[in-house]
């Protein structure tokens, strides 16, 4: 199977299907942010994170140890929320993400998708006004991620070489929650994949 094929398959199976306490699917959730870069004119590395910056999530069900045991599922769509499952896996599904697509993608693509949770924590810390316009489900994850960064750790942020896109993944992944907008299917945007990907 092609990386794409590989990721084609998670939007349909698990992308469509799972929530993640939002009023939207993975997928569409995921899709919705991809095309708000697109919108914003962002570079095609930059558009491809936003969409796949949550690939991670869509992961886990399957794992890739054979996880089809129910502690293995994270819990979705807020029951059982407060884990230590679920808090394990929702601080670890930038990681996750980024070192599984790193098979197919350079950096401009995974370090994006690895740091958008710190990117909230930093925002958290940096941001008047930006906590106040967080989902709930947003603010009961940020809790588990570890709170907003102090100013340590947000000027050790601010250094890493993808920080700034790292913050406008996460922005427009907060934006892309909402139930009234149709995004493109995955297929809008295989053939910018298509140039990122290697061969
Ligand atoms: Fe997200």
Do not use: N
Request: glycine share 12%.
């Amino acid at each position: 199977m092609t990386g794409l094929q590989a990721i084609a398959e998670l939007f349909a199976g698990p992308g469509a299907r799972d929530y993640l306490g939002e009023p939207v699917t993975i997928g569409r959730h995921m899709r919705q942010a991809g095309a708000l870069a697109e919108a914003a004119g962002a570079e095609g590395s930059l558009v491809a994170a936003a969409l796949l910056h949550d690939i991670g999530h869509l992961r886990q069900p399957a794992g890739g140890s054979g996880g089809s045991s129910p502690q293995a599922m994270p819990s979705r769509g807020g029951l059982g929320g407060s884990s230590p499952q679920a808090s394990t896996a929702d601080s670890r599904h930038g990681d996750a993400g980024a070192d599984w697509l790193s098979q197919w993608f350079g950096e401009a693509v995974t370090e994006p998708v690895r740091l958008h949770v710190a990117a909230k924590r930093y925002l958290c810390a940096t941001e008047p006004g930006y906590f106040g316009r967080l989902s709930e489900e947003s603010v009961r994850t940020l809790a588990l991620q570890g709170g907003p960064m102090t100013a340590g750790e947000a000027a050790a942020f601010e250094a890493l070489p993808f920080a700034r896109d790292a913050v406008a993944v996460r922005r427009w992944d907060d934006q892309a929650k909402d139930p009234a907008v149709t995004p493109p299917e995955f297929a809008h945007f295989e053939p910018l994949l298509r140039t990122l990907i290697r061969s």
